[in-house]
């Protein structure tokens, strides 16, 4: 395995665990307004809040990460190729 591979996946395991950690210890209702978007505050127990921004934040990071970086397409190859 890859040692880049294992760091990741090490780091993710620390995030989760620190999310489940923040989840039972932080039992309260939290008031979350957003006044562009939203009409009125959404009161929802903290763990759910901190489910929520992790997911938003994880998706947002994977969108931005994943690019089609360093892929040639089809046409480029064939008109590089010696004839």
């Known amino acids: ?3 880049k591979l294992i760091f990741k996946t ?4 620390v995030v ?3 999310l489940v950690m923040m989840g039972m210890n932080n039992r309260g209702t939290v008031a979350f ?9 959404v009161t929802q127990p ?5 489910i929520g ?10 969108i ?8 040639k397409s089809a046409a ?5 190729s010696p004839k």
């Open 53 to 62: 921004f992790f997911a938003i934040g994880l998706l947002s990071g994977v």
């Open 76 to 80: 480029s190859k064939s008109s590089s």
């Open 64 to 71: 931005l990460a994943s690019g089609t970086g360093g892929k």
């Open 46 to 50: 903290a763990a759910l809040m901190y």
């Open 1 to 3: 395995m890859n040692a």
């Open 10 to 13: 090490l780091f993710l395991i």
């Open 33 to 41: 307004s957003l006044p562009p978007l939203l009409t009125k505050s």
């Open 16 to 18: 989760l665990l620190l």
